[in-house]
Nanobody
Framework: QVQLVESGGGLVQPGGSLRLSCVAS????????MSWYRQAPGKERELVAS???????????NYANSVKGRFTISRDNAKNTVYLQMNSLKPEDTAVYYC?????????WGQGTQVTVSS
């Protein structure tokens, strides 16, 4: 059974930082492209950042324009974990953040972790 478990969310002041983690189990982690999505209240889920599998594009990354230069996605295949380092957080970053694993026709989601940016 595949599981993706996110952690690291919470309440942070504007300008602060958080690091999200997503631990995967039940799959061959290195095969999967890993992504972070977010969904704010009343809005559609959107892609925040993605990192390819090590076996394909060597772990190349992609970011939404709204987070470029502030967020960094990385992966540790030895720990089956993907991270999202979020710096210079803004109130508009407030959302539930979801981890996604994707490979061929296989697509899995975590349960989400809440990030709230507020003073």
């Amino acid at each position: 059974q595949v599981q993706l478990v996110e952690s690291g969310g919470g309440l942070v002041q504007p300008g602060g930082s958080l690091r999200l983690s997503c631990v995967a189990s039940g799959l061959t982690f290195s095969w999967y492209a890993m992504s972070w999505y977010r969904q704010a209240p009343g809005k559609e889920r959107e892609l925040v950042a993605s990192i390819t599998s090590v076996t394909s594009a060597g772990g190349s990354t992609n970011y939404a324009n709204s987070v470029k230069g502030r967020f960094t996605i990385s992966r540790d295949n030895a720990k089956n974990t993907v991270y999202l380092q979020m710096n210079s957080l803004k109130p508009e970053d407030t959302a539930v953040y979801y981890c996604n694993a994707s490979w061929r026709r296989y697509d899995y989601w975590g349960q989400g972790t809440q990030v709230t940016v507020s003073s």
